[in-house]
């Protein structure tokens, strides 16, 4: 399996923004549900938000109204866009299926502090 590529993250004060990008192989991306995971140090790995082959979209309770999920289906491209970043955001974030079922790639670290 290829692994997907994120990027995006970095080091931003509370209260602003990132936007990552996962680049995934046609055969992860094409008609599958995608979504962005987080893992905090010492955390298990948690999803974030979640979005379908159609577009619908899910997210945590914790990022709801904050995060945005999106994708390009010509680029096999999935989004996330993070406004009113909080300190307790800082994770490593990954994109994967809906349901974990590939490899997962490095991630890209986002820490929020001031």
């Known amino acids: 399996q290829v692994q997907p590529v994120e990027s995006g993250g970095g080091l931003v004060q509370p209260g602003g923004s990132l936007r990552l990008s996962c680049a995934a192989s046609?055969?992860?991306?094409?008609?599958?549900?995608m979504a962005w995971y987080r893992q905090a140090p010492g955390k298990q790995r948690e999803l974030v938000a979640s979005?379908?082959?159609?577009?619908?979209?899910n997210y945590a309770d914790s990022v709801k109204g904050r995060f945005t999920i999106s994708r390009d289906n010509a680029k096999n491209t999935v989004y996330l866009q993070m406004n009113s970043l909080k300190p307790e955001d800082t994770a490593v974030y990954y994109c994967?299926?809906?349901?974990?079922?590939?490899?997962w790639g490095q991630g890209t670290q986002v820490t929020v502090s001031s």
């Open positions: 994967n299926t809906a349901r974990a079922s590939y490899s």
């Open positions: 979005i379908t082959a159609g577009g619908m979209t």
């Open positions: 046609t055969s992860m991306f094409r008609f599958r549900d």
